[in-house]
């Protein structure tokens, strides 16, 4: 039988290479499996700044044992994504630092050099370590969710607004936009300031002649452009997320409840084979696989609140979806229902099955 140690990083390597990433600098620790620490370095965080890294880190583990050694970098995907990509590039075996406890942080105290020991010792304490995320058409998948995000948070933001204004407009214009929906309201909203579907106003000051409702009319109009302009942008980018989706692995749109946006979910954290060990990995990051909370002859798990949250958002909206259009999860939910399950221990389990599934067809076929 293996050992706990060889199971780990630290059967596997002669030496572990912490980095501290920054927008100027990056601060680097070569340790041994043990967590000695055996050189400090700090250099630009310039492509220039990674080729001496990479010579110091090459001259440093010269002679320890047979050379093998691994790159832990804290802040791979941000500010550490250039070191990445030329570590990678180099053929270096990179992780990912996992993030230390603020209160061993604090009690330790922190600089560069020290966070990047942390870093260095986290992967070696660590049962499994995780490789960063790819680049190519799955970050392309992640720049487009990020900003569907932030077009879709803008349009309501946006629609808000407006229709805070439509409230306390004067009668006529409120008028005009009673009963109308929202997408309706907005195209109406675009023609006030051409002369079409104003009208005369009552009352003090509510006339359309008055500055006030010149200015109201102006802002409708420009907010009205700006959703527009909104619906437009989300509609590309949904096109544009559907063409990647088909590309990387077509067969994801295929399972019941998954649509573009939540297939790209997936596929980004998922990101390429061999970065999670099994499904019970995959369902762990999504923050889906129950947690023990056993007392005494009580034998129950609890929600788990971890992991990606965006990812286990998506399986969330892909097990309601299929609760309401799935018939094999109808029968499922009423089997489970009659068994005395809760509501949400049900929709937990699906949860852990989407996982289970999507991590399957992942693996198989993109």
């Given amino acids: 039988m293996p050992s706990i140690l060889a199971d780990r990083l630290a059967g596997r390597v002669d030496a572990v290479i912490g980095v501290d990433t920054h927008t100027d600098t990056h601060t680097a620790a070569v340790t041994t499996p043990v967590g000695t620490v055996l050189a400090e370095i700090t250099v630009p965080a310039t492509a220039d700044g990674a080729a001496v890294l990479l010579a110091w880190a090459g001259r440093q583990t010269t002679g320890l044992g047979t050379g093998r050694r691994a790159w832990a970098l804290d802040g791979a995907r941000c500010h550490g994504v250039g070191l990445l990509r030329v ?3 180099a053929g270096e075996d990179v992780l990912e ?6 209160g061993r942080r604090r009690r ?31 970050e392309a998948l992640r720049l487009l969710h990020v900003c569907r995000r932030h077009y879709s948070d803008t349009r309501t933001a946006t629609i808000n ?10 009668d006529d214009l409120r008028t005009q936009m009673r009963g109308l929906n929202t997408l309706r309201q907005v195209q109406h909203a675009t023609t006030l300031t051409t002369g079409t579907g104003t009208g005369t106003g009552t009352g003090s000051g509510s006339g359309t002649g008055s500055g006030l409702d010149r200015l109201r009319r102006t ?13 437009k942008l989300l509609k590309a980018n949904l096109t544009e997320i559907r063409t990647l989706v088909d590309k990387l692995c077509p067969t994801l749109l295929d399972q019941p409840g998954i649509g573009p946006v939540t297939a790209a979910i ?9 970065r999670f060990r099994n499904e019970a990995a995959f369902a762990s ?22 992991g990606d949250r965006t990812l286990n958002a998506a399986l969330h909206t892909i097990a309601k979806t299929r609760q309401r259009c799935h018939q094999p999860t109808k029968d499922y939910v009423e089997r489970r229902t009659t068994e005395g399950r809760t509501p949400a221990e049900i929709t937990r389990s699906l949860k852990r099955y989407i996982a289970r599934q999507i991590w399957r067809t992942l693996e198989t076929n993109a």
């Fill in 285 to 306: 990051l999504a923050g889906a696989s129950p947690v023990p909370a056993n007392s005494g002859r009580t034998i129950r798990h609890r929600l788990n609140r971890g």
């Fill in 161 to 170: 607004l407006f229709k805070s204004l439509i409230l306390t407009a004067d």
């Fill in 266 to 274: 997936a596929l980004t954290a998922w990101s390429h084979p061999g």
């Fill in 108 to 138: 330790g105290g922190k600089s560069d050099a020290l966070d990047a020991v942390h870093a260095a010792r986290a992967v070696l304490a660590a049962d499994h370590v995780a490789t960063p995320r790819a680049d190519g058409d799955r």
């Fill in 87 to 89: 570590l990678r590039a």
């Fill in 97 to 102: 630092a996992p993030k230390p406890a603020a």
């Fill in 219 to 231: 802002q409708l109009a420009a907010l009205a452009e700006q959703i527009l302009t909104l619906e």
